[in-house]
């Protein structure tokens, strides 16, 4: 079992590495895969917006660099909004990392109490090949 609060302070922590000069909307998250060990993000923005990533997608990749392939919880935060939820984007790159027959859990926060969710509650209908 995950101390969900421990996932959701790594993400706070993460936030504060954020480089977002032109939305100025800091993103922390933190991934704790099938392993056990955990894995944090911050969003990383580029003058070429299409180039920018999300907070959750940078700490899956940085998992996913490290030889994991299954991702169990993914916690999310900003300081700048209340209950920052998952893009589109990034619910699709969880779905393909979550362990089979299993949904991932993602850690929100509303007004300091954390908010757990399930991914198929985000995507219910996600793919993979």
């Known amino acids: ?3 969900y609060k421990q996932l959701m302070n790594m993400a706070k922590e993460a936030s504060k590495k954020s480089y977002s000069p032109f939305s100025r909307f800091a993103v922390g998250a933190s ?7 955990i894995y944090t993000g911050c969003n990383i923005e580029n003058s070429s917006f299409g ?9 899956i990749f940085k998992a996913v660099s490290e030889g994991e392939r299954e991702i169990t919880a993914v916690a ?4 700048n909004a209340d209950n920052c939820n998952p893009c589109g984007a990034c ?3 969880m779905y393909e990392f979550q362990e089979e027959n299993n949904d991932v859990i993602i850690v929100t926060e509303s007004m300091g109490e954390l908010i757990i969710r399930k ?3 985000y995507l219910p209908y996600g793919f993979k090949i």
């Open 76 to 79: 999310i935060y900003s300081p």
């Open 91 to 93: 619910r699709q790159v």
């Open 1 to 3: 079992m995950c101390d």
């Open 51 to 59: 180039m920018t990533i999300c907070a959750e997608r940078c700490a």
């Open 31 to 37: 991934v704790l895969a099938k392993s056990g060990k």
């Open 119 to 121: 991914l198929s509650e």
